[in-house]
């Protein structure tokens, strides 16, 4: 009785685990290529830009407010938002202007 289903077991094609292995490399790769690359040139290119600040430069907050550099310390960066109104933030919080984005990719 347990005959025909031992049959069927020796009879299923072998080598199995060696295909699938190759599938699981080729999703991580394309997933690699598709989202992993393109958030490490993005994030390599904030790292530049924040190494970069000098005072005069104009910048834009995460939260939609723009300025202009005063002074760049180590972690901070002192942003003039207005005439004689002077903000210290992180530098992670800093971001190049929008129309700065789109001539750096040009």
């Known amino acids: 009785m347990n005959t025909p289903l031992f049959t069927i077991l020796q009879a299923a094609p072998q080598g199995g685990g060696n295909s699938m292995l190759i599938w699981l490399i080729l999703i991580f790769v394309v ?5 992993i690359r393109p958030q490490q040139k993005q994030a390599k290119k904030e790292r530049e830009f924040r190494a970069g600040l000098k005072k005069g430069d104009r910048v834009s907050f995460s939260g939609g407010i723009y300025g202009k550099v005063h002074e760049v ?34």
């Open 31 to 35: 997933m690699w290529i598709l989202m």
């Open 73 to 106: 310390a180590e972690n901070t960066v002192d942003v003039e938002i207005s005439n004689g109104v002077v903000v210290t933030v992180e530098k992670s919080m800093v971001q190049p202007l929008p129309q700065q984005q789109t001539e750096t990719k040009k």
